[in-house]
């Protein structure tokens, strides 16, 4: 059964349409420094600011075909979440291409995209329109997105009042609602109850069912290797490995281990 399930992926990883193209993707910040923690750091603030080029990633390629769940690991700072803002559209490669086909529903952040004096309802409206949907499509799911989070009793509340827990079902809810082709997970299923992670990675199953793309980030190599085929590991914004999960989850975890 487990070798069919690979023979499978291999099958839609070698006929299927691409998904997301990366070649040679670099992302880079520049950080401006400057002494204002003391008197005489404020009067010399006229002088240049000291600046730092942060590389978050460098010269990174892969491909992702429709259809693929790819998990991403790597250490915090690896820059996981710089390549899923990118394909999100949340921040522009420095240099490089990256090939994006079809709707993207990003669930990268708790809170991420929330208006905190809108009530839930309103903020289902607000995310929907930004992901996508016209305001007579959110109406039509807004009884499924409510349910789905169990936030029936909240729903009118103002998202400031809500728990990080209730934060990551209304996000997830919103997300798995709008349609979307490629679906980004990145760490947020750590939060929240047992019960409630196994409905999302039951909702996840269903999207692979589906035939829809997942990258998914997470620190929990368990997670990674019962979601995904296939991983890629980032390490300090370089691609180590892209290969089957449970290879590459072995790889990282060896090294991991011979840094401790």
């Known amino acids: 059964m487990e070798a ?28 401006a420094h400057h002494a204002y923690a003391s008197l ?18 460098r010269q990174v ?9 790819v998990g991403v690991i790597g250490q915090n700072g690896s820059g996981k979440s710089t390549l899923l803002g990118i394909i999100a559209r949340v921040y522009r490669p420095t240099s490089g291409v990256i090939e994006i086909n079809g709707r993207v529903a990003p669930l990268l952040e708790l809170g991420a995209g929330f208006h905190p004096d809108l009530t839930g309802l309103e903020n289902i ?11 007579k499509q959110v109406a039509e799911r807004i009884d499924a997105i409510v349910q789905f989070a169990e936030l029936e009793n909240y729903i009118d509340a103002p998202i400031r009042t809500y728990s990080s827990g209730m934060l990551m079902r209304l996000g997830f809810a919103i997300a798995v609602h709008v349609d979307a082709d490629i679906l980004l997970v990145d760490e947020v299923l750590a939060v929240g109850d047992a019960r409630f992670q196994q409905k999302c990675y039951d909702k996840i199953q269903q ?8 990258l998914f980030v997470s620190h ?6 019962h979601v995904a085929q ?3 590991w980032l390490d300090k914004g370089v691609l180590r490995a892209d290969g089957d999960a449970r290879t590459v989850v072995q790889q990282y975890l060896e090294s991991v281990q011979a840094t401790l």
């Open 4 to 31: 069919t399930s690979e023979t499978r992926a291999e099958a839609t990883h070698s006929i299927a349409p691409v998904a997301i193209r990366a070649e040679n993707l670099t992302k880079e910040f520049k950080l």
């Open 40 to 57: 005489k750091g404020l009067l010399l603030s006229f002088l240049p600011k000291r600046v730092e080029h942060l590389v978050a990633l």
């Open 61 to 69: 390629s892969f491909t992702i075909r429709q259809g693929e769940t």
């Open 125 to 135: 409206y607000f995310n929907g329109v930004i992901l996508g949907l016209t305001r």
């Open 207 to 214: 999207f692979q069912r589906e035939g829809r793309t997942i």
């Open 220 to 225: 929990d190599m368990k997670a990674i290797q």
């Open 230 to 232: 296939r991983v890629l």
